[in-house]
Structure formats: C-alpha cells, structure tokens
C-alpha cells in the first residue's frame, strides 16, 4: 500500500512531499500534504480496485470512476490552482480535522479503527461528496454528515499507512498542531457561512451591536471566554503564538462564533459524546454574567463565567475595558439584580463549583460584580444568552406596561400589547390635541399674552367680599380631594403657603376674584369638604389660587376625566 | 414620582414666566402667533420641569431650539440654565441619537442579511401577525413621542409614562387656566 502510495505520488502534490514525523515544519503544508494523500489514496483506492480483495469495492465500482474522474478533476485543479485555493482545500481539510479531533477524543476512533477497511468504499463516496463540495457551495451539512465517516477515512488512512501510531495519537498529533484547532475553528466558521470574511464580521458586527454599543474589540473579546470552554480548545488558546493570521481578533472572533454556532445546533451534533466540558460549559451558561448595559440599551452582552484568566493577554485588556466601561454605567443593577436573583433556576451543583472557580479567574480586581446582571435561567428554559436576555427585557417591557396600564383610562381590561398600545397612542393623541385646542382658546380669550395675573386681579379689586375663608377651604380641600393626597395635602399646602411672598392686602382682591366663581360652584364642592384649615396667606400668591380657582371650576369635568392617578391611591367620590 | 400639585404648581409659574417673556419682546400678535406662543412656552416649560431627566424633555428643547425664531423664546423661558440645558442636551441627545440610529441601521442590514437566506414563509402565522401589529404601533408611538424614534421598547414605554403624565398635568393646568381666563373675561 505503501508502496502504490508513494507511486501515485507522481501526481505532484501540491505541496512539499509528504512527511508525517510529529513535528510538523510548517503545518499548512503538512495538511496539504495530508488531503493530497487523502486525494492520492482515493485515486490509488479507485485505480486499484483489482487488487482489492474486499468484495463491495467493486459494486461502487461504476459509481467510483465517476467520482474517481471527479476526483482526477479535483486533484488537478488543486495542483493548478494558486495558493489561495489550497488553502482552501486545507481549511477545509482543517475544518474536517478539527472535527475528527473531537470525535477521536471521545474514543469514537477505537470504534472506527476495526472498521477503517470496509469502510473506506462508502467513505471514498463521502469524501467525494465533501470534496465536491467544497469546491461548488460554502459548507454547509455535507461535512458535517460525512464527518464520521471522514475521521475515519483518515484514521484508516493513517493505520494503513503503516504510521503504527494509535489513533489517539494520531489525534493528538493534530491536536498538538498548534493553532490547529483554531484554524479548524475559524475556517469551520468560514465554511458555516462563507469564506468571505467581510460576512462574518458584519456578523460580528451585529453582535456586536446587539450586546452594547462599545467599540468593536470589546465585544469580541467578549465572547471569548465562551470558547475557552471547548477542551479541544483549551490547550490551542495557549499556543495561540504559533499562529501567523493578520487579523488576530478576526481569528478569535470566529472562534467565538464557532461557540456560539455550536451552541445552536450545527455542529454540535458532530460532538454526542463529547465535549463533557462544553456541555457543561452550556449548563454553567444558565448563570451567565451579563454586564449591565448602559441606561438605555436593551440588550446585555452574556458573557459565560468561563475560564477567562486563561485567554490571552488581549482578552484580559479586553475585560478590563470592558470592565471600565460597565463601571461607568450601573443605573439599574441592584433593583433588576434582585429581580433576577429572585427567579427560580436550574439547579446544578456542577455549575456552581465551575462558576466559583471561574469566578475567580474572571474577576480581574477593578471589576465589581455588581455591574452585573446575574440571570439565572428558569427551568425549561433556553439557557442562551440571547434568549435571557430577550426574557429580560421582555419582563422589563411587560412591567412598564402595567404601569401604563394603570395610567392610562380604560386600559383595565385590554389584554395584549396591541390593543394596549392601541389604547395609548389614542391616549396620547387626544392629550395632544387638548393642549392644542386649550392653546388655541387661550389665544383667543386673550387678546394680549399677558394673561391670567394682571386681568385677574384688575378684574377684582374691585369687588370686595367677606366671606373669604369659607369659600376658600372647600376649594383647598377640593382642590387636595383631588390631588389626592387627603391627609398629607393640607400640611402641603401648609408649606407651600408658608413660602408666599405676597401681602395680606394682595391677597384679598385675589380672594374675592375666587368668590363669584366658587358660589355657583359650592354644591358640589361641599361634598368634598372635610377638614377646614385657615389659609391666611397663599404661596406665590395669585398663581396658586387661580388654580385653585381654576380646579374649583373644574371638579366636575376633572373627576369624570381622571379616575387615577399614576401611584393609583386616588379615589374620588363621585 | 412627585405629586401632581407641585409638578403642576412648578409649570405653570414657567408658563406665565415664559408668556410674559413672549409678551414683552413682541406686541400685537396675531392669534395664531398667540396661540403658538402659548403652546410653545407651555411645553418648553413642562419640558424643562423634567430638568433634563428624560429623553423626552431633551428632545423638545432640542426640536423647540432648532428653529431660529423660537430659539429665542426657548432660552428666555428656560431662563439662565438655557444654555446649559440647550446645549448639553442637544449635543449629547444628538450623540446617542446618531449612534443608536447608525447601530440601528447596522443592525437591519444585517437582519436582512440574514432574512434573505432563511426565507421563512409563513404566511398566517398568529405570533407573526401580533408582532407586525404591535411594531406597526410601536412605530406610531415613536411618531408620538418627541425623539421618540430614537428609543428602543423598552425606554419608549418609559417615556411615554412620564410623557402622559406630563401631559396631563399640562392639560390641566390650561384648562384651569382657560376656564378662569374665560369667567373673568365673561363676567
């Protein structure tokens, strides 16, 4: 086999010549290598097949040309083409790695490995299938299907190439690649989507956007501490310096869209068995850290109490901006804090033996914990950071809701946010067009803008009354009925009177203008009347008795109008 | 929350100061002119009672400051604060507002992005029409509200409560006040 391997490779392989010793000199070239020994031992597998003693070879016989003169075209347009489309073939050849690694470390390859030979005739078919498409669409579910029996395609490669490497080894060889897993990572993210960049940071972007409005690093590095979580992953973050990429972040980045990604649902079911971590990371994800947004920014950024302290430096600078930044916020947090500690959880002991730790890790000493929302997610619920945060601000809509419910008439028995709305644009449509209409009755009453003090008081001087204080305490205490605060309104008024500036002798004109208007008001003012206090004398003078005035002539039409108010203590007798 | 009287009693001092200051720079207007005036003032001052709390507020004295000819009544009602109310309040208010409209606009890029490949038809779908019915009315009380379209839900709603109350009190104290004008003019 070896042997026929090393014939085929007269087909110049695209990169330097094969060499699997487990030190990689450079690893682009070294998984070159290994997909155009993929590519090769497919070929040599299709030209072979006489030589063959597996008896199922041959009915995929036919259908193995086809592919075999696909993968001819395949083959040769990976020699032919530039440098850019190996390195596609490598990503994805990286992207299917990174997958096998995660397989293989569960001990799926012990499984495979028995079976490696019979089924590479169906995984030569897979491996068509993969490789034709990466070439026509973005990957998307072909890979992810043909992903076990790609592992163990390669595994089988691997054995039958007589490496004697274990497949745990042979694992382990990849994932000692450093940056291995976070190329794979990357690139799986470019498959998800596509491979143009600019897509998955406009993603990012709107992330980004989502979680908070500071500047773009923040949140990216923000997401990180989700991926650490990974284990295949974890020890790639530390050789992280074994990486040329230009954009650093970028990398990162769509490591954590990668995360994210696997939280959904793609690929996580490339990984059944495992990553125990990563599911506890997902349950560990239930008691999220949410960095409060600023005071009128809806969404909050989750960030998992993952292990933080791991990251790299950046994402350590990254915290601590971020930490800054929440600092400077924080209007919100002890009262919605509550709210939420208050909810019920799923409890998990697990969780919060890995949120201590992680907790430790994660605090870095300027960042108090009380910028953050600690939400926990209610049982049967979706644990994910979008979906608490949206039942977050659900739960602050709806509270706000039924304090506008409250205030606006007639909105008691609506259900449902429509009609509810409906009831308030109507509401305050109607408020708008009363201050209209009464500006424009202003207007016309008064033919000069000096309005109300001097034809007042002009008006009166001339009428004297005797019965000022009579009069005058119903409408206080209509007038307090109707503010509503009963007891504590005359002491209110008490003070506010206490502050008046005009003199005695002002005031009585002024009390006489009340005269003639609250006579013909008295019937029903007495009704209200309860305690009879002495005013003598009237806070900023004339403009607190024409409301008062103006209240006493109003009462009628006011009750019928405004049947609360906002703290809804009010109760008027009508 | 404070009580109605003193939110009441504290607008409709500004109002009259405000009237008075209307009244002294231009005589003889005409009644749409009065009626402008009064509205004016009577909003500026509901608006500057807030003391630039709410999102609302701001945005009023930033629209009632932008037009040249009111500007200056804007600044004689406000009184000595105006300058720092107008100004801080613009330029931050217009801040926020640019961010959030240039992050909003980011934002329904992307969805649309992200809409066009998912192509979900769902045509009749119950949960599908509640949500388009209760944008569509999210969108006429952003129209409602003063800088209105520059809040997400959740401070719209806010805003609107302290809106109607504000409102209210408004209406209020006008209605008092028309009525009173109205007897003492009649009698």
């Known amino acids: ?574 | 929350m404070r009580p109605p009287s003193l939110l009441k009693q504290e607008f409709l001092k500004k109002w009259i100061m405000g009237l008075q200051r209307c009244s002294s720079t231009k005589k003889n207007m005409n009644i749409l002119e009065r009626k402008k005036a009064i509205k004016l003032s009577a909003d500026v001052a509901m608006a500057s009672s807030r003391n630039g709390t709410t999102c609302w507020s701001r945005a009023l004295i930033a629209n009632a400051s932008k037009d040249g000819n009111d500007k200056h009544l804007v600044e004689q009602i406000l009184g000595p604060e105006s300058e720092r109310l107008i100004v801080k309040k613009v330029s931050i208010g217009a801040l926020v507002c640019n961010k959030r409209i240039r992050s909003k606009k980011i934002l329904k890029r992307s969805c649309g992005i992200r809409r066009t490949r998912k192509c979900v038809p769902q045509v009749a779908l119950a949960s599908s029409i509640a949500k388009w019915l209760v944008r569509k009315r999210t969108q006429v009380l952003k129209s409602l509200i003063p800088g209105g379209e520059f809040m997400n839900e959740v401070c719209l709603i806010k805003e609107t409560l302290d809106y109607i109350i504000s409102l209210r009190a408004q209406v209020d104290v006008m209605r008092s006040l028309a009525s009173a004008s109205e007897q003492v003019n009649h009698s």
């Open chain 1, 1 to 574: 086999m070896e042997n026929q391997f090393f014939l085929n490779a007269g087909i110049p392989p695209p990169a330097p010549p094969l060499h699997f010793g487990p030190s990689f000199s450079s690893p682009m070239s070294a998984w070159q290598s290994l997909s155009s020994a993929m590519e090769i031992q497919a070929t040599e597998l299709n030209c072979s097949l006489d030589q063959s003693q597996d008896c199922f070879l041959n009915p995929n016989w036919e259908k193995s040309t086809d592919y075999g003169l696909q993968f001819d075209s395949t083959l040769s347009s990976m020699e032919s083409s530039p440098a850019a489309s190996n390195s596609n073939i490598s990503k994805e050849s990286f992207m299917i790695r990174e997958l096998i690694g995660g397989l293989g470390s569960t001990g799926n390859s012990d499984e495979i490995s028995p079976h490696s030979q019979p089924l590479l005739a169906s995984h030569i078919n897979g491996n068509n299938n993969t490789n034709i498409s990466c070439y026509s669409t973005p990957l998307n579910s072909p890979p992810k299907l043909n992903v076990p029996m790609m592992g163990s395609l390669v595994k089988g490669k691997l054995t039958s190439l007589g490496k004697s490497m274990g497949l745990n080894s042979s694992v382990a060889e990849f994932s000692a690649d450093p940056g291995f897993a976070e190329r794979a990572a990357t690139f799986s993210c470019f498959g998800s989507r596509s491979f143009n960049g600019r897509t998955s940071q406009i993603g990012l972007n709107n992330n980004n956007e989502i979680s908070s409005y500071r500047s773009n690093p923040l949140t990216a590095n923000a997401k990180l501490p989700r991926v650490s979580s990974s284990p295949s992953l974890k020890a790639m973050v530390s050789q992280v310096g074994g990486v040329q990429w230009t954009n650093k972040n970028s990398t990162l980045q769509d490591r954590s869209d990668l995360a994210s990604s696997q939280e959904e649902s793609t690929i996580s079911e490339q990984n059944p068995n495992g990553d125990p971590d990563l599911k506890a990371s997902k349950d560990s994800n239930s008691r999220k850290r949410k960095a409060v947004p600023k005071a009128k920014t809806k969404e909050t950024s989750a960030f998992p109490s993952a292990n933080a302290a791991k990251m790299s430096e950046p994402n350590d600078e990254s915290n601590e901006k971020r930490c800054k930044s929440t600092e400077s916020n924080g209007n919100e947090n002890s009262s919605v804090k509550a709210e939420e500690d208050a909810k019920g959880s799923k409890g998990n002991a697990g969780d919060d033996k890995q949120n201590k730790t992680n907790n430790n890790n994660n605090t870095k000493p300027p960042e108090p914990p009380k910028d953050y929302i600690h939400v926990r997610a209610r049982r049967g619920q979706a644990t994910d950071s979008h979906s608490l945060a949206e039942r977050v601000r659900r739960e602050k809509i709806s509270e706000r809701m039924k304090l506008l419910q409250n205030l606006v008439p007639g909105c008691n028995k609506v259900t449902g946010k429509a009609l509810m709305l409906d009831e308030i644009i109507n509401y305050v449509q109607s408020l708008q067009r009363q201050v209209e209409f009464l500006s424009m009755k202003l207007a016309s009453v008064n033919t000069r803008l000096d309005i109300n003090v001097d034809s007042l008081m002009s008006k009166d001087i001339f009428q004297s009354n005797n019965t000022l204080p009579h009069p005058i305490f119903p409408v206080d205490s209509s007038a307090s009925a109707f503010f509503g605060h009963q007891p504590e309104q005359n002491p209110a008024l008490h003070s506010n009177i206490s502050n008046g500036t005009m003199t005695q002798c002002s005031v009585d004109p002024l009390d006489t203008a009340i005269c003639p208007n609250l006579n013909t008001h008295l019937p029903p003012i007495n009704q209200f009347t309860e305690t009879v206090p002495q005013y003598p004398t009237f806070s900023e003078g004339d403009l607190q008795t024409i409301v008062q005035m103006g209240f006493g002539q109003n009462q009628s039409q006011e009750m019928a109008l405004q049947s609360d108010n906002f703290q809804g203590q009010i109760k008027y007798p009508t």
